[in-house]
């Protein structure tokens, strides 16, 4: 999918995000951090209003040792600042929004990487290090011939440049290589 994304915009040069499974981590121990706070006291009151994987999640968040959710918080800025230096070099980076194709309702586990694991958890392995630095994504969905769902593309952009990733994801719904369903004769699939 990337290829075909590259092609489609000219793009010949490719970088690597630096510790990108380490963000990853951050990111996950911080958002269940920050989101078991936010629903403590729901948690407490009212834990029947809460899907049975999402409050055993937060709770999990809830029990976190402070010192890890520290660290990943100092490991944030690092990371926000490593990444800038990329922006000295390109305009946008891209890459893939999630590992696989919209999962089956109801499916709790999915391959990734020859590894079956589960579908939930693991469907922000390439958006999370690039969310909980706060960057400008849009996400453009890449329709790949013989297939009824698309794979999406993150257009990442420097802080500020939401124009960059938004022309970007313009010029490849102008190619064609990124279309809504409705326009692929998908609105009833």
Known sequence: MMAHVAKALEVTRK???PEAQTARAAAFLITMAEGSNLHLERLRTRP????????????????????????????????HDEML???????????????????KLGQKTAMFGGVEMPVRPNMGIFTQPISFIGLPV???????????????????????????????ARQLEKTGTANAPVARGFADA
């Open 85 to 103: 230096k990329l922006f000295e070099e390109v305009d946008i980076i891209l890459a893939p929004a999630t590992p696989m194709r919209a999962p």
């Open 138 to 168: 849009a996400v453009a969905p890449i329709w790949i011939e013989g297939h009824k769902l698309p794979l999406g593309v993150q257009v990442i952009a420097a802080p500020w440049r939401e124009d960059f990733a938004l022309r970007v």
């Open 15 to 17: 970088i690597t995000v």
């Open 48 to 79: 029947q209003d809460f899907d049975p994987d999402v409050r055993d999640r937060l709770l999990a968040g809830a029990l976190l040792p402070a010192g890890w959710v520290e660290t990943a918080q100092k490991f944030r800025r690092v990371y």
